[in-house]
């Protein structure tokens, strides 16, 4: 704005004032309405730089208001662009959520289906355990291959099944006790679950003085109670050793009798 009215006031000093009488600028000066004429010709001087400070004030005066408009301009234009901008992220907002709750919709839709499916396919597979079990129960047990009483004295240290097992492609055995009784000392005598607790001499310290135990396999393999009844898989050696849970056979009397049955 200096510059520009620096550049009037240039012109209008160089004597160029029909450039201000062009613009109107000098054309309504207080000084020039009414005045003497004799008086006028005798300030020319006074007068003409009278008119050039009052040209170049109004020119002035011109170009602030000019300058006002525009920035009045440039502050209207500026808060319509922000109204827009406003707007228009508005919009994108609505647009967004919009997206995002009908995605998570979608997704809370496939969530649901995917829980009717799972809960589908756990009450088929339930239906189906049902009828397999239902199927195991009506199916008859496997074909004995042995049924056959054996007698096991207590002097015994493991008594040989292993002829019977081998002779017989069967899987599971089973051994139960019939009757008799035996004893590790006379006078205590016990059936095939023994009593008490044998101690650090037996076989098996943990389990009952003379009950029924067995063994598969070499003399390494551990011995388990048979007891009263007992069932199991055969083992790979097919070597099975019952006994008596003691320490000292040779003080031992009497014998009792099993059932072994091989399927």
């Known amino acids: 704005m200096a510059s520009k009215t620096k550049l009037v006031l240039e012109f209008v000093s160089f004597g160029h004032f029909q450039f201000a009488n062009i613009l109107g600028l000098a054309e309504d000066h207080p000084r020039d309405q009414g005045s003497d004429p004799d008086q006028a010709q005798d300030r020319p001087k006074d007068q003409l730089n009278e008119r050039r400070n009052f040209a170049g004030s109004k020119v002035l005066r011109i170009l602030r208001c000019k300058d006002r408009r525009l920035i009045q301009t440039g502050v209207s234009e500026m808060s319509v662009a922000n109204a827009s901008l406003l ?16 995605r998570v919709a979608q997704l809370e839709s496939v969530a649901n289906a995917s829980l009717a499916r799972i809960a589908q396919l756990e009450a088929t ?33 493991g008594f040989n099944l292993t002829a019977a097992v081998l002779a017989s492609p069967a899987t599971t055995i089973s051994i139960t006790y019939l009757s008799g009784l035996w004893n590790g000392l006379a006078g205590y005598d016990y059936t095939a679950a023994g ?7 037996c076989r098996v310290p943990a389990l009952p003085w003379v009950a029924l135990i067995g063994r598969w396999g070499s003399s390494n393999s551990s011995w388990f109670l048979i007891g009263t009844a007992w069932s199991g898989s055969i083992d790979a050696s097919r070597y099975l050793s019952p006994a008596a849970n003691d320490g000292d056979y040779s003080d031992n009397n009497g014998s009792i009798i099993v059932r072994v049955v091989l399927r």
């Open 87 to 102: 707007a228009r992220i508005a919009q994108l907002e609505t647009i967004a959520n919009a997206s995002l709750l009908a």
């Open 195 to 201: 009593s008490g607790t044998c101690g650090a001499t």
């Open 125 to 157: 597979v339930s239906a189906q355990a049902a009828t397999i079990a239902s199927l195991l129960d009506a199916m008859p047990p496997p074909p004995v291959l042995l049924n056959a009483t054996y007698t096991v004295p207590a002097t015994a240290r």
